[in-house]
């Protein structure tokens, strides 16, 4: 199985371990995010190591899966879903955004923060990320 990254497991630099996933990619727009991150940060020294995390990732899984016309048609599905269940996509929609890619794709999502995503577990599979 395939699984993407949240940008929250990116940062935390610990990817962990996963038996059942055979492959690990990275969202365009989890590069965005972490691009975000090196603008906003509030010290040189805070840029700096953004900076070369950013890069690290970069070069450790390559480019980013896009947002694309197939996510794009899937960010309608699983905001339907969101909607259908008392959910609000509002706020949400960098994460809407990956998990769109991610359905798209037929991959899992890794993050350490499942709530996020909850209401999507009809549509794609979720796995709360771990420290091993």
Request: hydrophobic share 50%; glycine share 6%; charged share 25%.
């Amino acid at each position: 199985m395939r699984a993407i990254l949240d940008t929250n497991v990116l940062v935390s630099e610990n990817l962990g371990t996963y038996p059942d996933i055979d492959a690990f990619a990275v969202t365009s727009v989890s590069y965005a995010e972490l691009r975000f991150g090196v603008a906003a940060a509030k010290s040189g020294d805070a840029t700096a190591l953004r900076q070369v995390r950013l890069r690290d990732i970069e070069q450790q899984f390559g480019p980013g899966l896009p947002f694309d016309d197939r996510a794009a048609f899937s960010f309608g599905i699983l905001t339907e879903f969101l909607l259908a269940r008392g959910r609000s996509p509002r706020g949400r929609v960098a994460d809407i955004m990956i998990a769109a890619i991610a359905h798209a794709h037929d991959a899992a999502i890794i993050t350490h923060n499942v709530d996020d995503f909850r209401g999507l577990e009809r549509a794609l599979t979720v796995i709360a990320a771990n420290e091993n």
